[in-house]
């Protein structure tokens, strides 16, 4: 079968595009509000070392493999894995894959959207300034708005209203361009963040939060909580990376550029890990404070530091900005799935998605406050859509994604796809046969184990 683009179809306009918007969607709220937090709420450095290891030995090589099949596939993740497996003489069943993908990603983005709409507010918050923010007056700003329904509510309408903007209109020049000037400056606004760490704050204690292993700290809830974390914060598993590998045009190295985007991802957490843990030390609050923990602690350091008004709001105004860019990628899956399987118009097709993303986003909303009492298995609507999402949906579809590519393709499209060669090559085919299915397999069992 021929794997070359159908006529018409989108692609990239050069491998440089390819590797912003995957980054894009990869770094976001998971690297700047998600990791953080966790890492407080895990132990720390416990959680930090399991979580450098999954993105080794699971993410990487998952992230190459999955692109490699949205290239292979060029189509949505659904039919991807129907034309992958025909390829292979595969049983049909392998489109599941893209289903749990296409579900997943409206289920995590509508719980992106309410956290994306908390950081739209403190955009807000910071430009009348943090002046004589305490410790106590963050914590009860942060629980005021989770207790207000129609601000969260409204919130989260504005973000998607933004994303219905970007998508309906194709992923454009406009939010590549955009990515190309606004992702340095949230690094550059994150290296500022280090330097008052280094100054005013106690990056000593951070350091040592982070990166003094203590392996007895590590528990099956730590691991767990970990392999999740790899696989949300590269985006794993929830058919953006196969979509928009699906868009990617036949001359461009899966593996170099896919490296390149874990390196960049990885390297945004680990140092907003760093600049937020040092505030925390300093400032005497508490580490695993949970999702409030970058919106109660950043906001004092912007409130002591020189220029401290300006780098609030653009620091907020970047974080959403990169949350918008991971947001489209999880509404490219579904859009791409209804165009291609009923021949729905672009906009049609991205109104239902967000409509329907919009309406399960105030169910999450509401979970903290007005609904904080429906339980599903003992959590809250918010915590099993992320637990379902990063604990369930997203390692099983990377478990099945490592199994096709590694045991049902043809060896020869894969090495044919993946741009490796010799040792390189076999190494990263062995640690996606054997190493990545085994560890999410021990991972889920040995969590089962715990439970049962
Ligand atoms: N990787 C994004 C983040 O770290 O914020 C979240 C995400 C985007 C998860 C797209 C899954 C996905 F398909």
Redo the contacts with the bound molecule.
């Keep these: 079968m021929s794997n070359a683009a159908p006529a018409g179809r989108a692609h990239w306009s050069s491998r440089w595009a390819f590797i912003l918007v995957t980054a894009g969607?990869?770094?976001?709220?998971?690297?700047i509000?998600?990791f953080p937090y966790m890492t407080g709420t895990n132990g720390g450095s416990a959680f930090v070392l399991v979580y450098l290891a999954c993105i080794i030995g699971i993410g990487v090589p998952l992230l190459m493999a999955e692109t490699l099949l949205g290239r292979r596939g060029q189509e949505n993740p659904a039919d991807t894995m129907r034309i992958v497996a025909a390829e292979a003489r595969a049983s049909q069943w392998w489109q599941i894959v893209g289903y749990i993908?296409i579900l997943?990603?409206l289920f995590?983005l509508s719980f992106?959207s309410v956290v994306a709409g908390w950081i739209l507010d403190y955009t807000f918050l910071a430009m009348k300034g943090f002046a004589g923010a305490s410790k106590e007056s963050l914590a009860q700003t942060f629980s005021q708005l989770l207790a207000d329904p129609v601000k969260l509510i409204a919130w989260h309408t504005a973000f998607m209203a933004i994303n219905v903007a970007v998508v309906a209109g194709g992923v454009t020049a406009g939010i590549e361009r955009a990515n190309k000037i606004m992702m340095p400056a949230l690094l550059a606004i994150v290296l500022v963040l280090i330097g008052y760490g280094f100054v005013a704050a106690d990056m000593g204690a951070a350091f040592r939060f982070m990166f003094h292993f203590d392996f007895s700290a590590i528990s099956s809830k730590v691991i767990l909580s970990a392999m999740g974390h790899s696989?949300?914060?590269?985006?794993?598993?929830?058919?953006?990376?196969m979509t928009y590998g699906s868009y990617l045009g036949r001359d461009t190295s899966i593996a170099r550029t896919c490296l390149y985007i874990s390196v960049a991802?990885t390297g945004i957490a680990l140092l907003a890990g760093l600049a937020i843990f040092a505030i925390v030390f300093a400032q005497g609050l508490e580490p695993a404070a949970g999702p409030g923990l970058i919106l109660q602690t950043l906001p004092l350091a912007f409130s002591q530091m020189p220029g401290g008004g300006v780098i609030g709001v653009l620091f907020f105004l970047l974080v959403v900005f990169?949350?918008w860019t991971?947001?489209i990628?999880?509404i490219e899956?579904a859009t791409a799935w209804l165009i291609e399987r009923f021949g729905l118009r672009r906009s049609r097709a991205v109104w239902i998605v967000c409509l329907t993303t919009w309406l399960l986003g105030i169910a999450v909303a509401l979970s903290f406050n007005d609904w904080s009492e429906v339980r599903f298995f003992g959590l809250n609507i918010f915590d099993f859509l992320d637990t379902l999402t990063t604990k369930i949906m997203?390692p099983l579809a990377g478990l099945l994604i490592a199994l096709f590519t590694g045991w049902v393709m043809k060896r020869a499209h894969v090495e044919d796809e993946i741009g490796l060669g010799g040792g390189a090559f076999h190494l990263w085919f062995n640690v996606l046969r054997f190493l990545s299915p085994l560890a999410i397999v021990v991972i889920f069992l040995n969590v089962i184990g715990v439970i049962g």
């Design positions: 969607s990869a770094i976001g709220l998971g690297n509000w998600k993908g997943g990603a995590i992106y696989f949300f914060t590269l985006s794993l598993g929830m058919g953006a990376i991802d990169a949350a991971s947001s990628s999880l899956p997203m």
